[in-house]
């Protein structure tokens, strides 16, 4: 322990110029294994300043301060048990350290030694499970004493361990021995040696003590005198101490009182300007309360009254004051005022609007009817113009009367519904005028009085009837039925319908979205929960005249937010626009009972104003969508009936069949398709519908071909798909490619079976006695021994080729040529075509013959009557003479 406490006053506190006082060997509670030591040092000179540190050794094996508190900072000195036995104690600083000592014996003299050191510079921090004679006035710990001169406590029983050396000493030490250079090899002679030295300096010393007892004496009676006047000029100081207890206590208890002054006074000033506040904010001018209980709307300088009055109302009632000053009785009783004049102001404003709304939902609009020439649809900006001074006091509203201002907006919403859906019909039946050619005049009287009787054309009304009477709606234009028995149809009308539903798509567009911008101005749609903030700025705006401005202040919400605007902004405009769909379906509807054909028109203008559109989600998109829906399940129900008129046709069963209803008209129905859905987005639709009519018609021409009872079935299938071949090549339908090769397929394959059925083998003994030759040859017989057969011979070949001389086979092809000439029909001119199958096929059978002749009968010089040139001209002569 001497050793270590060295080292630690050598190393650690001597540069400093502080002297250890004690230490104690600790490791933290939770972590045994990091031990420390615990040191009391204090400074040598004057003012003496206790510090308590941590010190750790470091890997070099040196010790190093890591931690410090002054022992004026120390709170709680803990002993966690009141035993000596224990090793733990905590000492409560700016926050609590637990150490654990290495020996009881180390943490009492620590502990002791803290106390005493506490003590001596008054401190008082709480000792608590400390065992109770530590801590008495008079114990003193063993081994350990006190220097008071210097305030310097050094413990006795370590002292007796170690003490170190002054530098006096240890120069006379290093001067003996240096004199006694034999101490080293003799030890008993030095030992000699200093014990006669000391004999003779305690003889000098008694010599000297006998000397000077009467200089001893004098001095301690000096020490008495001296003593008694410390005694006096101690009492003088204990009294002057008493007396300056006396004035610290006093000031202690006036510093209180000045605080307690200074904090009554700092919540009086407080008190007093959130009073001054809450009556300057509370505060409303007389000539706005006169305002907002007789406001006069009919007046520019009324209505910027009253809008001055309303934001000035809003403000005052909006004003941030603390919740405890709300509970105030006359802040209660100002805010029931506020509330009195924000009803009164209420009212007046939701009784000028909702008459105004109902006076200008009969406005007639600006240009209305035909302008031009050209259809337009009236539009209402002077109704906009006149409400958009009202915006301000609506915005006030939303702000401030959420059931007055949703009120105003569905009276809003029911006046211009009706003023809407008269101008639509009105301008729909202007629109169905047009397309039947009677734009020229229009009918006199008012929107009210126009019906469609008095404006369509009476060919809409005789196709109204007629389709009404019996029938299917589509009957006049199915693909199978004769072209004969189509009505006419005016294509002019039909390119009418489409420039002029285009028209009406175009003039709803504009009508519309001029609406909807003004609705989210006047009714701040784009703001769904206006603060004072808002709504401040949108009056200031107005207050300036400047109504521009105040469209173009917007609130950047976030997308959750932006999405339900949206949502209303649309609801609003279906309420208010409610009539757009139901009148359009109407529209389209109507002249798809005249004439099929308009679906495809309404389809593709239809889709081109919904596609083009540049906001999907927006209400116009909305509105035209549910319409695009009923024209494309129109335009399905169409092709459809198409697709079953295919099904369902026979042609004509009186005389040969010809080219059916469906592939002739067929043609006709692409060509015009093709001219409707031209670099439309839709022509995936038609594509599709393509693929299935012209599919039904491969299933349908073999049915039919088997069923008919006057033309061959070879000929019916191959007369039509050779048609369809020709009709699809001519169109050029990239999606038909496929079916325009399976066409040529089939036509080919019909025009082989007719030749080989009708055809057959015009030399049919020549056919048979060769077939039989070809039996034998199977059977194992060479071809050279063909002719020693008995049935085989030559003298039978002859007999044979006897019977087909050349003026017979001339005769069969003629009588031949008539059959196909009345199976066929003259439209398709496919007469020479399966005129010149047949003579390939009869020159194919010519060379079959004489290639077996040739074979089985080598030099017999037996040949057919006719050659191969004469059959080339039977068919010529045969042709040409026809």
């Known amino acids: ?266 919540n009086n000033q407080k008190l007093l300007s959130e009073l001054q506040k809450v009556i300057v904010e509370l505060e409303l001018d007389s000539k706005h309360q006169k305002a907002l209980t007789d406001a006069d709307l009919t007046t520019p300088q009324g209505l910027r009254a009253a809008i001055e009055a309303g934001q000035a109302l809003q403000s005052v009632m909006n004003a941030e004051i603390q919740p405890a000053l709300v509970q105030l009785a006359a802040v209660q009783e100002q805010k029931k005022r506020f509330d009195k004049w924000k009803t009164k102001f209420s009212q007046i404003i939701s009784r000028h609007l909702n008459n105004l709304f109902i006076h200008l939902g009969n406005d007639t609009g600006e240009l209305s009817g035909t302008l031009g020439g050209e259809l337009s649809l009236p539009k209402h900006s002077s109704l906009h113009k006149e409400l958009q001074n009202y915006t301000p006091l609506m915005h006030w509203m939303k702000a401030m009367d959420r059931k007055a201002y949703n009120a105003l907006t569905k009276v809003y919403v029911t006046a211009l519904s009706k003023l809407y859906e008269r101008d639509i019909r009105y301008f729909l039946d202007e629109a169905k005028q047009h397309i039947c050619g009677q734009s020229g005049n229009l009918v006199s009287g008012s929107r009210e009085d126009v019906s469609l009787s008095g404006g369509a054309s009476g060919k809409i009304k005789g196709s109204m009837s007629g389709s009404g009477s019996g029938g299917s709606a589509y009957s006049s234009i199915l693909l199978g039925i004769e072209k ?57 705006a107005a207050i300036s005249n400047d109504n521009s401005k105040s469209e173009e202040i917007t609130t950047i919400p976030s997308h959750k937010i932006e999405r339900q605007m949206n949502e209303e902004v649309r609801k609003m405009m279906g309420d208010i626009f409610g009539c757009i769909e139901p009148e359009l379906i109407q529209f389209t509807s109507f002249f798809e009972k005249i004439d099929a054909m308009y679906c495809m028109y309404s389809l593709v203008c239809l889709s081109r104003h919904v596609l083009s559109a540049q906001d999907a989600g927006s209400f116009l998109s909305k509105s035209f969508g549910p319409v695009l829906v009923q024209v494309k399940r129109s335009y399905d129900r169409f092709m459809q009936t198409q697709l079953q008129s295919i099904l369902d046709c026979r042609g004509n069963r009186k005389s040969k069949c010809g080219i059916l209803p469906f592939v002739a008209n067929f043609e006709i129905f692409a060509k015009t398709a093709e001219s409707i859905f031209k670099e439309s987005d839709r022509r995936a639709d038609l594509d599709k519908w393509y693929v299935k009519l012209v599919s039904t018609m491969f299933e349908a021409i073999p049915t039919i071909a088997l069923d008919h009872p006057k033309t061959p079935p070879e000929v019916i299938k191959m007369e039509n798909f050779h048609h369809l071949f020709a009709l699809l090549s001519q169109l050029k339908i990239g999606v038909l490619d496929a079916q325009r090769k399976e066409a040529k397929q089939k036509y080919n394959e019909a025009l082989r079976a007719y030749v080989t059925r009708y055809f057959g083998r015009p030399l049919e003994k020549l056919n048979l006695f060769f077939e039989g030759v070809q039996t034998k040859v199977g059977q194992g017989v060479e071809k050279s021994e063909i002719s020693y057969q008995m049935a085989f011979s030559k003298q039978e070949l002859r007999k044979v080729i006897k019977e087909y001389p050349g003026k017979e086979v001339k005769r069969g092809l003629d009588h031949l040529y008539k059959k196909v000439e009345k199976h066929l029909c003259e439209e398709e001119n496919l007469l020479q075509v399966v005129w010149r199958a047949m003579q390939e096929e009869f020159i194919q059978q010519y060379k079959y013959i004489a290639d077996l002749v040739e074979k089985c009968y080598p030099g017999a010089n037996v040949t057919l009557e006719f050659s191969i040139e004469d059959v080339l001209q039977y068919f010529s002569e045969i042709a040409r003479s026809h």
Request: glycine fraction near 2%; charge should be negative; proline fraction near 3%.
């Open 1 to 266: 322990m001497a050793a270590i406490r060295h080292s630690l006053q050598h190393e650690v506190f001597q540069p400093c110029d502080e002297r250890l006082l004690t230490f104690v060997h600790v490791t933290k509670a939770l972590k045994k294994k990091k031990s420390s030591f615990l040191c009391i040092a204090t400074t040598k000179e004057s003012p003496y300043n206790v510090t308590i540190y941590q010190v750790k050794k470091t890997e070099k094996n040196q010790f190093k301060k890591k931690r410090n508190w002054p022992l004026n900072s120390l709170k709680v000195v803990d002993g966690k048990v009141s035993s000596t036995d224990s090793n733990d104690f905590d000492l409560h600083f700016e926050k609590v350290y637990k150490w654990s000592a290495t020996n009881p014996h180390e943490r009492k003299t620590f502990i002791i030694s803290l106390w005493k050191q506490c003590v001596s510079h008054q401190e008082k921090p709480e000792f608590k499970n400390i065992p109770p004679e530590w801590t008495a006035s008079d114990t003193v710990a063993p081994a350990e004493s006190t220097v008071s001169n210097n305030a310097e406590s050094v413990e006795v029983g370590e002292v007796e361990d170690f003490q170190a050396l002054t530098e006096k000493e240890e120069n006379d030490l290093i001067q003996l021995m240096e004199e006694c250079g034999f101490a080293v090899s003799d030890a008993e002679a030095f030992m000699e040696n200093l014990a006669k030295d000391l004999s003779i300096l305690d003889g000098e010393n008694v010599q000297s003590v006998l000397a000077s007892e009467k200089r001893v004496s004098s001095l301690m009676e000096h020490l008495d005198v001296a003593i008694a006047e410390v005694e006096k000029v101690e009492s003088q100081l204990n009294a002057y101490d008493d007396i300056l207890c006396h004035v610290r206590n006093t000031m202690e208890k006036m510093e209180e009182k000045n605080k307690l002054i200074e904090i009554a006074n700092k």
């Open 484 to 540: 004969d028995l189509w009505p006419d149809t005016d294509l002019q009308e039909r390119m009418r319908y489409y420039k002029v539903f285009d028209r009406v798509l175009a003039q709803l567009g504009p009508v519309c979205l001029e609406e909807q911008r003004f609705a989210v101005s006047f009714f701040q749609l784009d703001i769904l929960s206006p603060t004072t903030k808002n709504t401040q700025t949108t009056l200031d």
